[in-house]
């Protein structure tokens, strides 16, 4: 035997002692340098197990530290992984791996993602950051453990001891060390001999002494109530093996705390917390050593998600309100919700491609549901990992419902649908298309179309139960081609390993199941099943593989106890047909069922009522190499039940099977219905059987070349002596198929031809039953409605378990064979009147009843009505025969000229029952009469608002009956609306008309408000309305007008229309600035008060002081003048009209001033200058008679204005032009080269 032995750096030797015993929890350092054993090389990839032993032994002078662990898993998928070890070496048999037989777990990873290799030596990390310690010269005893959905370890077989070594140590395996078992522990590994396949990696450690550097911990910093999480910590060097302990915070008792068992570098918290909780990690070099403390990690609960409207939406950001994904909603409601929440998936949004589950969602119930409405949207996802194969998993929730949502799978050889399973109860997959085209597979496993409860497809492998979950209106489609899902949909509980558990109360209706490759339906162990109404076929498939419709096997697999449990099962109303579209099949059953399956411990007395009723199974193109069986029904207590109590009941009624298609070239069978009892019941010494076989129809005709052809085939006690009573009455077996032998039944073993020699044979069996042709109405498209009315009302009344039909038309008490009932079938086929050219008038309105049935109708009653208006019943006594018709007549209807009526009368309780087709049953049709009176009121109108408009319908002497009941000729309206006017004339026949009146609104003139303006300004009023025509109260004829007087002003506008609006508006003037005069009072020094007398209507005061000094505002003002002389004191006054400025002034003579002068200089010229005339005109005289010369001319007026300032003419002469000056008095102020002459002159017009 060759060893391969991977070596990546020798150890180093170091001379420290050690206590051997004491090393395993001693915290030691190891060397950098780390070897790595492998196995892979000396054996072969061969088979897989759960647990494999070996030794590990240690022949160095120090100690070694485990530092990490390889192997190869068998499969993909979330697997455990844990590693055994026992301080002493395994010497033969090791006996169960638990504590009490030496053994110590020293971790467990939990979930490692398993890398599938059956195939080579390629291995994949197990455990890493080990600190396992072999001390020196010391072999320990290994046992590694990977399960996942069974055995995953892979080894290899057949191996003679071996010893591979590195480093100064060997693994040991083979014979006497290498053992192996299926099971994890404690089931003791007794398979020998057996090569572990793996590597393991260690190192040489030295003593750690003082306190080692603390660590720091991380992890989730919010997680769901009792959820499990994983805490961990930076790791020390390669090999370090410090000595760890898990702490968290007391906050009643305020100290931290140890958590037991928890003494590694990872913290995995199982149970999980309730409330916010710290935690921390101690380290030290020996347990008892001083420690160091990482950091504190709080670890808060997660809140649910608050009740609400949500969306789906991955063209839109992540909100509080829209997810992009669908498992980001999944993870939204990971820590439960709060109130009810609807998922909406956006409507132009997806492909979504994920996996995605729905885990248990705490706050759910049947108040706070969750509903996903996927809105046809699509959800795909390529699987590649065959232990968790779902696109939508729905796992361990209650009350969610996905709605309308597109299940796509994008592989080819993986993929289911929806799983449901884990527990999962009263969820529900509705009005979905699971579209599975991708696949091409034709093996069983991993592929499906939906899948409840499965252990293959259970994400736990926990056989876990589901409970009331409904699966309905979906449609589950695979591809044309060979391949594809195995099953439409599965409820497999067959490996239920779990006492008194099964899945109760599933529902599988409505589904369409397309295009699968083996079976439609298929559920196992399942109680309380409802499968109806289902459509299962493969019309359009090239398949060569068996098909199975429906198949169920009733009863827990492993139920234990000795209780009567009951369960009921139903399969009603099924569609099974067409299993190819090719005639190559190699087995076909349309329906299986197994009661009581594997029921096999010691005392089960489980009690199977099961209920096939109403289905069809037709167009069977089947050309089989085994069999052709309609109904195959294996009862009785199957495989070692001891019951000693149970009693079966199996009820097969009103089942249409039609095997006319057939044409086989096999050796096998075609039977419409096969029943055998007590297959396989070994131990039963009572079981009791009951079965009904009771009002089917059954059809083997056409080219078959099977080996036999059986109309039904029943088996008795197969290997056992139990009770069993068979009741088989009011059926009809039909054959007629010349080209192999054909019998119409066979019983325990003998073969009758007729049913005349079997009913000769066992005269309590197919009392009252036929044997005739059923003349289907249309097998080929699925209506197998019998039209032979020698079946018509010759079933047994069977209403307390079958009281419609597959159609849901209503039984009766004498119903007909079959899955389609023969029923009293009446309806209005035609409306007899009115019909072609009438005038508008009241009419009476006649129908056609016809007789669709194969029953003489002897009375109906007929309902009807007219645009919507329920009318009197109308009872129809006579007699129509079948396809026969009789005229009734309804009553009056009023037919209104150019007003369609709609008739709508159907037909109710035809003699007396419940029509069995009702969707013949309803008339309804327009009409319309042809003509009437030509009443005209005039078109629609519009008029002024205020005026009026009369109304004449015209023909006098007519009766008349307006919208308002007045029944005059002429009507006048004034009111906007709509009127109606109905005349009758004398020979009946009716006119109306119609029309609608309009109010034109009238011009909306708006001259503006009233106003106020001042003297001397205008104010313009615009009428608006461009382009209409105006009239002002003048005879003006303008939009707009312009006036500056006071007084009342009115415009008229009429529009297009001739609507006349008008406004009025008065115009008032502002007051201007008024008072009496100016007072001036004085005092010393050449001070004044000044201030109006009786002012009015002012509202600012600028005074002038006839001095040069500035402008002061004011009501009283005061001034004090430097100079004697005689002023001009200028009052300005501003009232409401902005800018107009009022004037009045006064003169006062200063006389008491500190300064000298006229008041406008201060220089004194005392020459001798003249002023003539004065008063002047037009002009005014200077001579100057001094020896001085003028210079200089200046006039003000009496506010102290600047009129003129011109040159003298000459030293002694100047002529001034005061015809430009307005009459008043003046200063003339005339400069001189020896001073300035100030004067008074006045001007005079």
């Given at each position: 035997?060759?060893?391969?032995?991977?070596?990546?750096?020798?150890?180093?030797?170091?001379?420290?002692?050690?206590?051997?015993?004491?090393?395993?929890?001693?915290?030691?350092?190891?060397?950098?340098?780390?070897?790595?054993?492998?196995?892979?090389?000396?054996?072969?990839?061969?088979?897989?197990?759960?647990?494999?032993?070996?030794?590990?032994?240690?022949?160095?002078?120090?100690?070694?530290?485990?530092?990490?662990?390889?192997?190869?898993?068998?499969?993909?998928?979330?697997?455990?992984?844990?590693?055994?070890?026992?301080?002493?070496?395994?010497?033969?048999?090791?006996?169960?791996?638990?504590?009490?037989?030496?053994?110590?777990?020293?971790?467990?990873?939990?979930?490692?993602?398993?890398?599938?290799?059956?195939?080579?030596?390629?291995?994949?990390?197990?455990?890493?950051?080990?600190?396992?310690?072999?001390?020196?010269?010391?072999?320990?005893?290994?046992?590694?453990?990977?399960?996942?959905?069974?055995?995953?370890?892979?080894?290899?077989?057949?191996?003679?001891?071996?010893?591979?070594?590195?480093?100064?140590?060997?693994?040991?395996?083979?014979?006497?060390?290498?053992?192996?078992?299926?099971?994890?522990?404690?089931?003791?590994?007794?398979?020998?001999?057996?090569?572990?396949?793996?590597?393991?990696?260690?190192?040489?450690?030295?003593?750690?002494?003082?306190?080692?550097?603390?660590?720091?911990?991380?992890?989730?910093?919010?997680?769901?109530?009792?959820?499990?999480?994983?805490?961990?910590?930076?790791?020390?060097?390669?090999?370090?093996?410090?000595?760890?302990?898990?702490?968290?915070?007391?906050?009643?008792?305020?100290?931290?705390?140890?958590?037991?068992?928890?003494?590694?570098?990872?913290?995995?918290?199982?149970?999980?917390?309730?409330?916010?909780?710290?935690?921390?990690?101690?380290?030290?070099?020996?347990?008892?050593?001083?420690?160091?403390?990482?950091?504190?990690?709080?670890?808060?609960?997660?809140?649910?998600?608050?009740?609400?409207?949500?969306?789906?939406?991955?063209?839109?950001?992540?909100?509080?309100?829209?997810?992009?994904?669908?498992?980001?909603?999944?993870?939204?409601?990971?820590?439960?919700?709060?109130?009810?929440?609807?998922?909406?998936?956006?409507?132009?949004?997806?492909p979504y491609t994920e996996q995605v589950a729905f885990n248990n969602i705490p706050g759910t119930s049947n108040v706070n549901k969750i509903r996903i409405n996927g809105r046809n949207r699509i959800l795909?996802?390529?699987?590649?990992?065959?232990?968790?194969?779902?696109?939508?998993?729905?796992?361990?929730?209650?009350?969610?419902?996905?709605?309308?949502?597109?299940?796509?799978?994008?592989?080819?050889?993986?993929?289911?649908?929806?799983?449901?399973?884990?527990?999962?109860?009263?969820?529900?997959?509705?009005?979905?298309?699971?579209?599975?085209?991708?696949?091409?597979?034709?093996?069983?496993?991993?592929?499906?179309?939906?899948?409840?409860?499965?252990?293959?497809?259970?994400?736990?492998?926990?056989?876990?139960?589901?409970?009331?979950?409904?699966?309905?209106?979906?449609?589950?489609?695979?591809?044309?081609?060979?391949?594809?899902?195995?099953?439409?949909?599965?409820?497999?509980?067959?490996?239920?390993?779990?006492?008194?558990?099964?899945?109760?109360?599933?529902?599988?209706?409505?589904?369409?199941?397309?295009?699968?490759?083996?079976?439609?339906?298929?559920?196992?162990?399942?109680?309380?099943?409802?499968?109806?109404?289902?459509?299962?076929?493969?019309?359009?498939?090239?398949?060569?593989?068996?098909?199975?419709?429906?198949?169920?096997?009733?009863?827990?697999?492993?139920?234990?106890?000795?209780?009567?449990?009951?369960?009921?099962?139903?399969?009603?109303?099924?569609?099974?047909?067409?299993?190819?579209?090719?005639?190559?099949?190699?087995?076909?059953?349309?329906?299986?069922?197994?009661?009581?399956?594997?029921?096999?411990?010691?005392?089960?007395?489980?009690?199977?009522?099961?209920?096939?009723?109403?289905?069809?199974?037709?167009?069977?193109?089947?050309?089989?190499?085994?069999?052709?069986?309609?109904?195959?029904?294996?009862?009785?207590?199957?495989?070692?039940?001891?019951?000693?109590?149970?009693?079966?009941?199996?009820?097969?009624?009103?089942?249409?099977?039609?095997?006319?298609?057939?044409?086989?070239?096999?050796?096998?069978?075609?039977?419409?219905?096969?029943?055998?009892?007590?297959?396989?019941?070994?131990?039963?010494?009572?079981?009791?059987?009951?079965?009904?076989?009771?009002?089917?129809?059954?059809?083997?005709?056409?080219?078959?070349?099977?080996?036999?052809?059986?109309?039904?085939?029943?088996?008795?006690?197969?290997?056992?002596?139990?009770?069993?009573?068979?009741?088989?009455?009011?059926?009809?077996?039909?054959?007629?198929?010349?080209?192999?032998?054909?019998?119409?039944?066979?019983?325990?073993?003998?073969?009758?031809?007729?049913?005349?020699?079997?009913?000769?044979?066992?005269?309590?069996?197919?009392?009252?039953?036929?044997?005739?042709?059923?003349?289907?109405?249309?097998?080929?498209?699925?209506?197998?409605t019998p039209l032979n009315y020698a079946l018509y009302g010759n079933g047994l009344n069977v209403l307390a378990d079958v009281s419609t039909d597959i159609l849901g038309r209503q039984r009766s008490s004498?119903?007909?064979?079959?899955?389609?009932?023969?029923?009293?079938?009446?309806?209005?086929?035609?409306?007899?009147?009115?019909?072609?050219?009438?005038?508008?008038?009241?009419?009476?309105?006649?129908?056609?009843?016809?007789?669709?049935?194969?029953?003489?109708?002897?009375?109906?009653?007929?309902?009807?009505?007219?645009?919507?208006?329920?009318?009197?019943?109308?009872?129809?006594?006579?007699?129509?025969?079948?396809?026969?018709?009789?005229?009734?007549?309804?009553?009056?209807?009023?037919?209104?000229?150019?007003?369609?009526?709609?008739?709508?009368?159907?037909?109710?309780?035809?003699?007396?029952?419940?029509?069995?087709?009702?969707?013949?049953?309803?008339?309804?049709?327009?009409?319309?009469?042809?003509?009437?009176?030509?009443?005209?009121?005039?078109?629609?109108?519009?008029?002024?608002?205020?005026?009026?408009?009369?109304?004449?319908?015209?023909?006098?002497?007519?009766?008349?009956?307006?919208?308002?009941?007045?029944?005059?000729?002429?009507?006048?309206?004034?009111?906007?609306?709509?009127?109606?006017?109905?005349?009758?004339?004398?020979?009946?026949?009716?006119?109306?008309?119609?029309?609608?009146?309009?109010?034109?609104?009238?011009?909306?003139?708006?001259?503006?408000?009233?106003?106020?303006?001042?003297?001397?300004?205008?104010?313009?009023?615009?009428?608006?309305?461009?382009?209409?025509?105006?009239?002002?109260?003048?005879?003006?004829?303008?939009?707009?007008?312009?006036?500056?007087?006071?007084?009342?002003?009115?415009?008229?506008?009429?529009?297009?229309?001739?609507?006349?609006?008008?406004?009025?508006?008065?115009?008032?003037?502002?007051?201007?600035?008024?008072?009496?005069?100016?007072?001036?009072?004085?005092?010393?020094?050449?001070?004044?008060?000044?201030?109006?007398?009786?002012?009015?209507?002012?509202?600012?005061?600028?005074?002038?002081?006839?001095?040069?000094?500035?402008?002061?505002?004011?009501?009283?003002?005061?001034?004090?003048?430097?100079?004697?002389?005689?002023?001009?004191?200028?009052?300005?006054?501003?009232?409401?009209?902005?800018?107009?400025?009022?004037?009045?002034?006064?003169?006062?003579?200063?006389?008491?001033?500190?300064?000298?002068?006229?008041?406008?200089?201060?220089?004194?010229?005392?020459?001798?200058?003249?002023?003539?005339?004065?008063?002047?005109?037009?002009?005014?005289?200077?001579?100057?008679?001094?020896?001085?010369?003028?210079?200089?001319?200046?006039?003000?007026?009496?506010?102290?204005?600047?009129?003129?300032?011109?040159?003298?003419?000459?030293?002694?002469?100047?002529?001034?032009?005061?015809?430009?000056l307005s009459s008043g008095l003046y200063s003339i102020r005339i400069e001189t080269d020896k001073g300035i002459a100030v004067q008074k002159f006045e001007v005079m017009k």
């Amino acid at each position: 035997m060759m060893h391969n032995l991977q070596v990546k750096k020798g150890c180093r030797t170091l001379n420290v002692a050690f206590v051997t015993a004491f090393l395993l929890l001693t915290s030691v350092f190891v060397g950098r340098a780390q070897t790595t054993i492998t196995t892979t090389g000396s054996f072969t990839n061969d088979t897989t197990l759960s647990t494999v032993t070996f030794n590990f032994q240690n022949t160095n002078s120090y100690a070694v530290v485990i530092t990490g662990l390889d192997g190869i898993m068998a499969d993909y998928g979330q697997n455990y992984v844990a590693l055994w070890y026992k301080t002493s070496a395994i010497n033969g048999s090791p006996g169960a791996i638990d504590v009490s037989n030496g053994w110590t777990m020293y971790t467990s990873s939990g979930n490692v993602s398993g890398i599938a290799n059956i195939s080579n030596n390629t291995t994949q990390p197990f455990l890493t950051g080990m600190n396992l310690v072999i001390p020196a010269n010391t072999t320990y005893g290994l046992a590694v453990v990977a399960t996942g959905s069974g055995a995953m370890l892979r080894c290899g077989l057949g191996s003679p001891a071996f010893s591979i070594g590195g480093g100064g140590c060997n693994v040991i395996s083979g014979s006497n060390s290498g053992y192996a078992s299926n099971n994890p522990p404690p089931a003791a590994p007794n398979f020998s001999p057996v090569a572990w396949l793996g590597k393991i990696t260690f190192a040489q450690v030295v003593a750690c002494t003082g306190t080692p550097a603390a660590a720091t911990i991380s992890g989730p910093l919010n997680v769901c109530s009792n959820a499990l999480f994983t805490l961990t910590s930076t790791p020390y060097p390669a090999g370090t093996t410090i000595s760890y302990q898990w702490q968290k915070y007391n906050s009643v008792t305020l100290v931290w705390e140890d958590i037991a068992s928890e003494t590694s570098n990872t913290y995995n918290c199982v149970s999980g917390i309730t409330a916010a909780t710290q935690f921390r990690l101690k380290t030290s070099c020996t347990p008892s050593g001083t420690p160091s403390y990482s950091n504190t990690l709080t670890v808060s609960i997660g809140g649910g998600l608050p009740g609400g409207v949500y969306t789906i939406n991955n063209n839109a950001q992540s909100s509080a309100t829209n997810f992009v994904s669908f498992s980001a909603a999944a993870a939204a409601m990971r820590c439960g919700i709060t109130g009810a929440v609807t998922l909406n998936v956006d409507p132009n949004s997806g492909p979504y491609t994920e996996q995605v589950a729905f885990n248990n969602i705490p706050g759910t119930s049947n108040v706070n549901k969750i509903r996903i409405n996927g809105r046809n949207r699509i959800l795909q996802y390529a699987n590649v990992d065959n232990t968790n194969p779902g696109i939508l998993n729905i796992l361990g929730t209650r009350y969610i419902t996905v709605d309308s949502l597109t299940i796509r799978s994008l592989s080819t050889s993986i993929g289911i649908g929806a799983v449901i399973s884990d527990t999962a109860k009263y969820d529900s997959l509705t009005h979905c298309f699971v579209d599975m085209r991708s696949l091409n597979v034709t093996s069983s496993a991993y592929t499906a179309g939906v899948s409840l409860s499965n252990y293959y497809y259970n994400s736990s492998f926990d056989y876990s139960s589901t409970e009331n979950c409904y699966i309905g209106h979906n449609y589950i489609l695979g591809g044309t081609g060979i391949g594809g899902p195995y099953y439409g949909i599965i409820d497999d509980y067959y490996y239920n390993n779990q006492q008194y558990q099964t899945d109760s109360g599933n529902v599988m209706d409505y589904n369409t199941i397309e295009n699968f490759v083996y079976g439609g339906i298929l559920t196992s162990g399942d109680n309380g099943t409802s499968i109806c109404y289902n459509d299962i076929h493969r019309t359009n498939k090239a398949s060569t593989s068996y098909f199975m419709g429906i198949r169920v096997y009733s009863g827990d697999y492993n139920n234990n106890s000795s209780a009567l449990s009951l369960n009921k099962i139903k399969i009603v109303g099924n569609r099974i047909h067409d299993p190819s579209n090719q005639s190559s099949n190699t087995g076909f059953m349309g329906i299986y069922v197994l009661t009581d399956w594997y029921n096999g411990l010691n005392n089960n007395n489980e009690q199977s009522n099961i209920l096939i009723a109403n289905n069809a199974i037709y167009n069977v193109n089947s050309s089989s190499s085994s069999y052709v069986y309609g109904i195959y029904c294996i009862g009785g207590n199957n495989y070692n039940n001891n019951s000693t109590t149970d009693w079966d009941t199996t009820k097969i009624y009103h089942n249409t099977i039609d095997l006319s298609m057939v044409n086989s070239t096999t050796a096998g069978n075609t039977v419409g219905i096969y029943y055998i009892n007590d297959y396989y019941n070994g131990n039963t010494n009572n079981d009791d059987e009951a079965l009904f076989i009771r009002n089917n129809i059954v059809t083997v005709t056409g080219n078959n070349t099977s080996n036999a052809a059986f109309g039904f085939l029943y088996t008795d006690n197969y290997l056992n002596n139990s009770n069993y009573e068979i009741y088989p009455q009011r059926n009809n077996f039909y054959l007629n198929n010349p080209a192999t032998t054909q019998y119409y039944g066979s019983y325990n073993g003998v073969n009758y031809n007729t049913m005349a020699a079997f009913q000769l044979a066992n005269p309590t069996m197919e009392v009252g039953s036929l044997s005739v042709n059923p003349q289907y109405t249309s097998p080929a498209t699925g209506d197998l409605t019998p039209l032979n009315y020698a079946l018509y009302g010759n079933g047994l009344n069977v209403l307390a378990d079958v009281s419609t039909d597959i159609l849901g038309r209503q039984r009766s008490s004498a119903p007909t064979p079959g899955a389609f009932e023969i029923t009293t079938d009446a309806g209005v086929s035609a409306l007899a009147s009115p019909l072609g050219i009438y005038c508008s008038s009241i009419k009476m309105v006649s129908v056609v009843l016809h007789n669709y049935g194969m029953l003489n109708v002897t009375n109906t009653q007929v309902q009807w009505t007219l645009n919507g208006v329920a009318q009197p019943t109308v009872a129809f006594t006579g007699n129509i025969a079948p396809n026969g018709n009789a005229t009734v007549n309804l009553g009056n209807g009023l037919f209104l000229p150019n007003t369609p009526v709609t008739i709508k009368a159907w037909t109710y309780m035809p003699n007396g029952q419940t029509d069995g087709i009702p969707t013949n049953d309803t008339l309804t049709i327009t009409t319309q009469s042809s003509t009437s009176v030509p009443v005209d009121i005039g078109p629609d109108d519009s008029i002024c608002t205020g005026n009026t408009l009369t109304l004449n319908a015209g023909y006098p002497g007519s009766n008349y009956v307006w919208d308002n009941n007045s029944t005059a000729q002429t009507r006048t309206i004034q009111n906007a609306g709509t009127y109606y006017v109905m005349l009758t004339a004398y020979d009946g026949c009716i006119g109306v008309d119609t029309m609608k009146l309009y109010l034109r609104p009238l011009p909306v003139v708006d001259l503006g408000p009233d106003v106020e303006i001042c003297e001397g300004t205008t104010y313009t009023f615009d009428a608006g309305h461009p382009g209409a025509t105006y009239m002002w109260d003048n005879g003006v004829t303008t939009q707009t007008r312009t006036v500056d007087t006071a007084g009342d002003y009115e415009a008229q506008v009429t529009d297009g229309f001739g609507c006349t609006g008008v406004d009025n508006v008065s115009v008032g003037m502002k007051d201007i600035p008024l008072i009496d005069g100016i007072n001036a009072t004085h005092a010393d020094s050449g001070l004044y008060t000044f201030y109006p007398l009786n002012p009015r209507y002012i509202i600012n005061y600028v005074w002038n002081f006839g001095d040069g000094t500035p402008e002061v505002s004011g009501y009283m003002v005061q001034h004090q003048y430097a100079h004697n002389g005689i002023y001009t004191v200028t009052l300005k006054m501003e009232g409401e009209c902005t800018g107009l400025i009022v004037a009045k002034s006064r003169t006062v003579d200063v006389f008491n001033a500190s300064g000298e002068g006229t008041g406008i200089s201060n220089t004194k010229f005392n020459g001798d200058i003249s002023l003539y005339p004065n008063p002047a005109k037009n002009t005014l005289q200077i001579d100057n008679k001094s020896d001085a010369k003028m210079k200089r001319v200046a006039v003000y007026n009496t506010l102290g204005q600047l009129i003129i300032d011109q040159a003298a003419d000459n030293a002694q002469h100047h002529q001034l032009n005061t015809s430009i000056l307005s009459s008043g008095l003046y200063s003339i102020r005339i400069e001189t080269d020896k001073g300035i002459a100030v004067q008074k002159f006045e001007v005079m017009k």
